[in-house]
């Protein structure tokens, strides 16, 4: 196993970026981290509230398509391992504006890839055993799954059926070749659907409770029975973890969740637990509405954990109720949030 030094963390101000400093800072003493994020409507210095006063951690504002800032800041803080979470997600977003999925998505990668090369493999061998280059995707590149077909594994074929998708699948593709072709060493990771404090409010779990203390109708898309694996964040970081530390050059790794749930259930248990903290308005599933479904939407997602759980023997850790527990209760406490 090797030890992190310096890492450079993509997306660091956004959900799951955030959540992955935390984690690493209280983890890995040895471990220094520059933060780099654009600041767009996905991300936010708050996120990294708890960390700004640590002498461990530096943020820089910037783009993953800037070629000139990204190798300054590699040269600067002597990046040994990049974590690269930074992207455009939401699949909504994606069907309207599809062009800046693709420019972050496979041209910011791309220039990564690009630029880590050039500063691990130049003439001065700054490449020793201890760079990684791992990349944070998701399972929508596989595409959908029948209701009776096995869960994905990782030699699952690509199938994306989204902007979003076929951009982290462009991307994925993109980290494979130079690791192939260059011998840059990378790692891949594609993800089940993430929750838990912090999640942009446009996402599921986070209109969901919104609706529920607004008293608004809570949208549901078709019939609700589009199945996704939900996976705690927290959960996600420790997965990454093990990753970083094994440094199994090359391979890719599926983490899910464990909670395989349609969209209807799982909302139907958020609206139970805002009924023990609002019990003068439950029950709060009155408010569910179902509107038109989106274009192309997947009807399920599940995630075969098995090599994960072989290969570096995690497992997700968080109980599912006790995981939307929290995440409700984060919510519900933030008084002045425009989650809210």
């Not at 599809?98 to 130049?122: D, H, R, S």
């Not at 209701?147 to 980290?175: C, D, L, M, R």
């Not at 890719?252 to 349609?262: F, M, R, S």
Request: glycine share 6%; with cysteine; proline share 5%.
């Amino acid at each position: 196993m090797s030890s992190m030094q310096n890492i450079l963390v993509t997306g660091s101000a956004g959900f799951i970026g955030s959540h992955f400093v935390e984690y690493m800072l209280s983890i890995d003493p040895n471990s220094r981290i520059c933060s780099y994020d654009s600041l767009t409507y996905a991300g936010t210095l708050n996120n990294l509230e708890s960390v700004q006063n640590n002498p461990r951690h530096t943020f820089v504002q910037g783009d993953i398509r800037d070629p000139q800032q990204v190798a300054s800041i590699l040269r600067k803080h002597q990046i040994d391992t990049i974590v690269h979470f930074a992207a455009e997600s939401h699949v909504d977003n994606s069907i309207d504006s599809p062009a800046i999925f693709f420019e972050t998505n496979v041209m910011g990668t791309l220039n990564l890839l690009q630029q880590a090369k050039e500063y691990w493999m130049n003439k001065d061998q700054r490449f020793n055993e201890n760079c990684l280059f791992h990349h944070v995707s998701t399972d929508e590149v596989y595409g959908s799954l029948t209701a009776e077909a096995e869960p994905f594994t990782e030699t699952t074929p690509y199938e994306p059926n989204s902007p979003y998708a076929a951009s982290k699948a462009s991307s994925n593709h993109i980290v494979r070749a130079y690791g192939n072709t260059f011998g840059l060493p990378i790692t891949i990771s594609n993800c089940s659907n993430n929750y838990g404090p912090r999640q942009h409010a446009e996402k599921l779990i986070p209109t969901v409770i919104r609706c529920c203390l607004q008293q608004k109708p809570i949208p549901i898309y078709g019939s609700g029975r589009n199945e996704r694996d939900w996976l705690y964040v927290t959960d996600h970081c420790q997965a990454i973890h093990k990753i970083l530390q094994h440094r199994l050059l090359g391979n890719v790794y599926n983490i899910g969740g464990g909670y395989a749930v349609d969209n209807l259930t799982l909302v139907k248990a958020i609206c139970q637990i805002m009924d023990d903290h609002f019990p003068d308005y439950a029950p709060h599933e009155n408010l569910i509405h179902f509107v038109t479904d989106r274009k192309g939407h997947d009807f399920r997602y599940a995630i075969n954990n098995t090599k994960i759980y072989r290969d570096l023997s995690w497992q997700p850790q968080t109980d599912p109720l006790l995981g939307l527990k929290k995440t409700v209760e984060y919510y519900v406490n933030q008084k002045e949030t425009n989650l809210c």
